[in-house]
């Protein structure tokens, strides 16, 4: 194994979500120090949840999380799609034992801010991580052995080289390859988050339960041991308004496009919230993301569309790779040339299939005909078939 080469600077991580903190943990596990730079006042998730298929798990097993994470998880039974306009499932695969022993671990539904908890108490525990908030980056640039990064306050930080976790409007990126804003198809989505005790029992279920409408989809899970229900409802309206920088929903807009849903739809609909919304992004693949001593993680080097939930989970690989490389390679900048290249390809397809996945979703009058017909007829099981690429383990031991 190569020295550790020039570790009196740290390696420093612009941004403190789950990509940047996974990262911290999985270099800070193997021996480097890190510095996080955070702009926010204190590191925290939005409170709603976020599915994490099983290959999210072998990486929470090699950063050491595996238990803090598993213990606030729910569990479902059974993905389905459901087709919004008859209020029937077109479509429903099994989370059963055989898919456990395919993939390793269940699938699993998580509230966010109980992965970066879990991440955080991981880095706490680390002499090697040193978490600074209040630190919006600025400007950085390389000087020989070193980037130096300064923050908005005028201070200024010395790194063996610097990681831009700085998610989808990432500064970093456009300073390296270029300010194209990211692309969008104009889904808003809105959320709910409900203690199950409020939800009608005809209207709860267990499922990850998809349903796909005409341009618009509607989708809901239970979270935290089945306590929490999670809701959330998107439909295309490109006047989003913002305020406080935020995008808001429309309720009257919304009810309008969801107008045609079926009852089960209408009743929860009830529960979203639309004083906050996410107007949902990515962005075509990048083929190279790192120059010299710096390089993209997470959102900040491939968006993706949230149609089968795996931006968090690209960022979680992400850093264990990251981590990995650096540790096998002598200089810091082939390194990065590594995990780009071990990398690329995957978060591509992650990106082309979430877009291909949505367009099934929002089909609308002879496509959404032949969707609930070839899925009426397909084996359950398909989609671990379709999808075992992206739930197998990729990542090293
Ligand atoms: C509605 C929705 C649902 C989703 N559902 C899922 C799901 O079910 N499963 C899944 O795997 N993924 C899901 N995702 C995707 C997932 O949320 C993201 O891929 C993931 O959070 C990206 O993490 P990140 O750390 O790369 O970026 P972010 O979480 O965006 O973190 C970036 C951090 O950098 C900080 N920052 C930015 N600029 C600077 C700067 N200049 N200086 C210092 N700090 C800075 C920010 O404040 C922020 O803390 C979903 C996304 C959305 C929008």
Redesign the pocket.
Known sequence: MPSKDNTTLPIII???????VATALALSRKGYAVQI????PELKEIGAG???PPN?FKAFKILGVLEDVQKNAAYPEKLVLGDMLTGKAVYQSPIDDEFVARFGYRYALLHRGDILEALLNGCRSSPLVTLTTN????KFKEADDRVVVTTADGSTYEGRAMVA????W??SRATLFGSAPPTTDSYV?CRGVVPVKEIPQELYSQSVTMWGGPELDFFHYPLRRDQIFNIGASYRDPSVKFEDGYPRGNRDMMMERFRDACPHVKALLEHIDVSRA?V?YDRPPLKEWSKGRVTL????AH?TY?YI???????LEDAIVLADMVDRHAAIEDAFLAYQKERYLRTARIQLTSRQFGEIYHAVGVQRELRNQLLANADPKGLHETLAWVFGDILPN
């Not at 939930?309 to 960022?315: E, I, L």
Request: aromatic content about 2%.
């Open positions: 612009v941004g403190g979500g789950i990509g940047g730079l955070e702009q926010a976020i599915q994490m999210a630190s919006k980056v600025v976790a700085d998610g989808l990432s500064e989505l996410w949902l993680l997470g959102d900040a968006p949230v939930s795996q931006g968090a989970c690209m960022a």
